[in-house]
């Protein structure tokens, strides 16, 4: 014993310390994370709150102003095949539950990022590619599940994915993943068979679906089904109203599975400026001009009636679409019209609206 060195046991008793207040100390941290329905403090004056919970989740902000938060857990949201914002299918849940954050007082002066860990194996398994995972945001009317791929971001390196440039925090978000193998938007060819077919789930909640020329559909059914669109070439003139053109030299033909079903849908129904141009209608916008116009899906000589104007809204540059609300029957051959914007009790017959007659 005599010469047994005391250093070396100073530093092993020391090392040993270490070690075991390093262990307790980390089993103590992850005991001590708040979970749901815990009160968390918000720092303010622009201090960084860094804050982990016992799932995984993660919030990262900064606030101007003290503040505190609590993290729910919904047990019951609302299924993920619901999705808008972007588009693709199917989507299916990552977690059982989606979380609900309530502040205790409004505030829409944040810098804030929301973080869900995800399972690269569970991923794996359930046919989703990393790069097709969001956190999704429950829209304010509770129909659908939004994702915004501006604000998404996977986090590769740490198996998550997140929501950037937050503003506000209040919400309730659910970790969902697209199980297909194209990533971002996905847009829907026109014909017929199974993958150019768009299938709808019945329920609450509303889909969308978008074709490769901006054609897109967010629907909302009680009954799943199926929709298909083509293109056939081909308008007859006397089939169009009086005073109207064609923008299109064809039409786009909707079916769905079932005609008899009432869904609830709205069209964004895709217009080419260059072709209005080309018709040189007098200097004015889209707007006052376009309308849609739609005829029964077997019609072969019928006229194509105006769909209700109160329902349409063109949308100019940069979208350049028209917005048809309410549309409880998708089946059907649709066009655009093209009508002289008429000024107050003005009769122009239809001649002198495209430039070439008269001029
Ligand atoms: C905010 O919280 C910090 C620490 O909890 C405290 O020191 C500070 O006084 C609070 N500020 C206000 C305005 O209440
Ligand atoms: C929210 O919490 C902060 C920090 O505890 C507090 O200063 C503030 O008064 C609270 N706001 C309301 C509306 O209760
Ligand atoms: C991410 O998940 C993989 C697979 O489970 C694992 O090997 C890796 O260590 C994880 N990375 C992080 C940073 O947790
Ligand atoms: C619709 O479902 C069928 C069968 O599962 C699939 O082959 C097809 O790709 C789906 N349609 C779209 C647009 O993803
Ligand atoms: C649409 O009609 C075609 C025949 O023109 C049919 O083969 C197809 O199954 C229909 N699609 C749907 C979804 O009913
Ligand atoms: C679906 O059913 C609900 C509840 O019965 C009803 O409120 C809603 O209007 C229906 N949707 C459509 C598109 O018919
Ligand atoms: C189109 O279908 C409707 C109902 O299914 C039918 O009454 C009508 O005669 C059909 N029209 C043509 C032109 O086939
Ligand atoms: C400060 C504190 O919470 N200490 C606890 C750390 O964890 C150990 C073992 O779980 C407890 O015994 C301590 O009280």
């Known amino acids: 014993m005599a010469h047994f060195s005391p250093l ?66 919904n047990n019951s949201p609302l299924p993920a095949q619901f999705i808008t914002g972007t588009t693709g299918e199917p989507f299916v849940a990552l977690f059982t539950y989606s979380y609900i954050i309530q502040m205790n007082e409004t505030a829409n002066d944040l810098i804030a990022k929301i973080e869900i860990p995800y399972d690269p194996v569970q991923l794996k398994k359930m046919g989703v590619e990393e790069a097709n995972t969001y956190v999704a945001t429950l829209a304010p009317n509770k129909m659908s599940w939004v994702i915004d791929e501006t604000t998404r971001n996977v986090h590769r390196s740490e198996n998550n994915t997140r929501i950037i440039k937050m503003t506000s925090m209040d919400g309730e978000y659910l970790l969902v993943g697209r199980q297909t193998v194209d990533t971002s938007n996905i847009f829907v060819q026109y014909g017929q068979g199974a993958t150019r077919t768009v299938n709808m789930t019945g329920g609450s909640g509303l889909q969308q679906a978008e074709f490769i020329d901006g054609l897109r559909f967010s629907v909302q059914t009680n009954k799943s089904m199926t929709m298909n669109v083509d293109l056939k070439q081909g308008i007859n003139p006397g089939t169009l109203p009086a005073e109207t053109v064609s923008l299109n030299s064809y039409m786009w033909i909707v079916n769905t599975s079932d005609p008899s079903v009432r869904t609830n849908s709205e069209m964004l129904v895709p217009f080419n400026r260059a072709m209005l141009t080309a018709l040189r209608p007098a200097g004015s916008s889209p707007s006052t001009m376009l ?29 350049d679409r028209i917005q048809i609300q309410n549309v409880n029957q998708l089946d059907g051959q649709y066009i655009i019209l093209v009508t002289q914007p008429k000024a107050v009790g003005a009769t122009i017959p239809a001649a002198n609206i495209i430039a070439g007659g008269g001029i």
């Open 8 to 73: 070396p046991v100073a530093l092993a008793v020391l090392l040993c310390l270490t070690c075991c207040f390093t262990a307790v100390l980390a089993q103590n941290v992850t005991e001590t994370l708040p979970t749901f329905g815990d009160t968390v403090e918000i720092l303010g004056a622009m201090e960084r709150t860094d804050q982990d919970f016992k799932d995984g989740l993660a919030l990262d902000l900064f606030s101007p102003k003290n503040r505190t938060l609590v993290v729910k857990q």
């Open 291 to 319: 309308t849609v116009a739609k005829r029964a899906l077997n019609a072969t000589s019928g006229q194509f009636m105006p769909v209700n104007p109160n329902l349409q809204t063109v949308r100019e540059l940069p979208e």
